[in-house]
């Protein structure tokens, strides 16, 4: 059966440090792969998705970056956090684009 | 760009009463899924429905996808606190590499 793992779980970071959040697949192989931003108890805000190795649409403009080193494997990253970078951040993989997505666990950050 | 909109976005009610909750749009979608996520995880998939009219049950919960596949509902019987957290609907439309999710309903229910 499919498995994802994503991590931290929680994260506290400084105002201009660094960020590296990872979320790797098992089970399947070519998922698509996506990265979300979730206020506070609502809905989700699409960041990131991959259909391949080294390929990555951009939704919203930031201060983020996503990669895709391998086919299971999708990092979120950012030179340098802002205070608005904080929220829930959720990794989900599915077979293709129309399918159900299926959910990590996320990482909760918090800039101090 | 479509849009889904769920309705109410706040319920709280009493253990054992009945709710429905509401997920419209003016978009037709090739299929729909119905998500439920409690506070600090991901969401995790209930349902897909694919087929205008289609209705699924899962326990006591029931869905309906719209005969014209632009909306869908989520209806509870005897509600357990057990049901309780955010309740998100999300639409694919043919061919699209993402899926258009609903702002959600949060849901409280009061032993």
């Known amino acids: 059966s499919q498995t994802i793992h994503q991590w931290p779980a929680t994260l506290v970071q400084p105002v201009g440090s660094p960020l590296s959040l990872e979320c790797t697949v098992e089970?399947?192989?070519?998922?698509?792969l996506y990265w979300y931003r979730q206020a506070a108890g609502r809905g989700l805000q699409l960041l990131f998705y991959?259909?391949?190795?080294?390929?990555i649409s951009s939704e919203v403009p930031q201060n983020l970056s996503a990669s895709r080193p391998q086919d299971r494997q999708f990092i979120l990253s950012s030179k340098k956090l802002l205070l608005s970078d904080s929220g829930f951040y959720l990794c989900?993989?599915?077979?293709?684009?129309?399918?159900?997505?299926?959910f990590g666990d996320g990482t909760r950050l918090s800039i101090l | 760009t479509q849009l889904l909109e769920q309705s109410p976005q706040f319920l709280s009610i009493q253990e054992g009463e009945n709710l429905t909750v509401y997920c419209n749009s003016s978009?037709?979608?090739?299929?729909l899924q119905w998500y439920r996520q409690e506070p600090g995880e991901g969401p995790v998939l209930l349902v897909t429905?694919?087929?205008?009219?289609e209705v699924k049950k899962l326990k006591r919960l029931t869905f309906q996808f719209g005969d014209a596949r632009k909306d869908s509902s989520l209806h509870i019987t005897a509600a357990q606190p057990g049901d309780t957290g955010l309740y998100l609907c999300?639409?694919?439309?043919?061919?699209?590499?993402?899926?258009?999710f609903g702002k959600g309903t949060k849901l409280s229910v009061i032993p």
């Open positions: 089970g399947t192989s070519n998922p698509n």
């Open positions: 991959s259909v391949g190795i080294g390929q």
């Open positions: 429905v694919v087929t205008g009219g």
């Open positions: 999300a639409g694919s439309g043919a061919g699209s590499y993402q899926l258009t």
């Open positions: 989900a993989w599915s077979d293709r684009g129309d399918q159900p997505q299926h």
């Open positions: 978009s037709v979608f090739s299929s």
